[in-house]
């Protein structure tokens, strides 16, 4: 059993129109893609540009920053120096307060002897002279001009705390600022 088809034909200018309609149809998808195609070449091209722009940018904000930090850590590294150099005067300033203590002391076991020396005298000897009052008062003197020196030599040992509190902020601020 053979079935017929049923036939469609389509006459030739029928045929022409719908393909004319198809040639139309895909000349205008084709501009259509064309058309989005440049619009996406341009938004890749505007989108590449601002990519370039803000790695310029942030190119130049980076080697700023970098300078910054290489300005701030030659700073710090001289102002170590001018530490290091006050914490060595501190010692030096101390040494120089022992030495003078150490003077006082001397002053004032010798005039402690003079003073012990005058009481070992014979009782009429023993007399409250311009010469006793001067001893009494050099002591007095030398008493408070220790006690003096000490302060100093106190006063000089908390700069130098403060002064190496000072040298180890600024030697980890450098160290983090190499790094």
């Not at 590449?48 to 190119?59: G, H, L, P």
């Not at 003077?103 to 005058?118: D, N, T, V």
């Not at 009481?119 to 220790?146: F, M, W, Y």
Request: some cysteine.
């Amino acid at each position: 059993s053979n079935a017929v088809l049923p036939s469609f034909s389509v006459p030739p200018k029928q045929w022409e129109n719908i393909s004319d309609l198809n040639l139309d149809k895909a000349e205008q998808q084709k501009r259509s893609s064309e058309s989005l195609r440049a619009l996406v070449e341009s938004v890749l091209q505007q989108t590449t540009a601002d990519i370039q722009k803000q790695v310029q940018s942030t190119t130049t904000a980076f080697q700023l920053n970098i300078q910054q930090v290489k300005l701030n850590k030659l700073q710090m590294e001289e102002k170590l120096l001018k530490v290091v150099a006050e914490i060595n005067s501190q010692q030096k300033i101390r040494e120089d307060l022992q030495v003078a203590i150490t003077k006082k002391h001397e002053f004032l076991s010798l005039a402690q002897a003079q003073l012990a020396l005058r009481h070992q005298r014979p009782g009429k000897e023993q007399c409250h002279d311009p010469a006793q009052v001067q001893i009494l008062t050099h002591v007095q003197q030398l008493n408070a001009s220790i006690n003096k020196l000490h302060e100093e030599v106190a006063q000089s040992n908390h700069e130098q705390r403060a002064l190496v509190c000072c040298q180890v902020s600024l030697q980890e601020a450098i160290d983090t600022k190499a790094n």
